[in-house]
């Protein structure tokens, strides 16, 4: 499966609205989903604490409110 989202992979995705992304991830580099003004909602097949184990700070930067939700019922992340 999908290991790694490169940085800025989605940058300026205007149109993008929500995202799944598999449990195989190991990392998400820098600005891979910045400047996603209709992401609102990801969906990460994985737990809260594996998301912060891959999730690198500023991934949505200057993105519109986005929330991660795991597959452990728990919130990662939330932006409004």
Do not use: H, Q
Not at 42 to 68: H, K, L, M, P, Q
């Amino acid at each position: 499966g999908v290991e790694r989202i490169s940085a800025e992979a989605f940058v300026g995705c205007r149109r993008l609205k929500s995202i799944w992304l598999p449990g195989s991830l190991t990392a998400i580099e820098a600005d891979a989903f910045s400047m996603c003004l209709g992401l609102k909602r990801v969906i990460f097949n994985g737990t809260a604490e594996e998301w912060d184990r891959i999730a690198y700070e500023g991934i949505f930067r200057d993105s519109a409110s986005v929330t991660v939700l795991c597959n452990d019922g728990n919130v990662a992340y939330k932006k409004n």
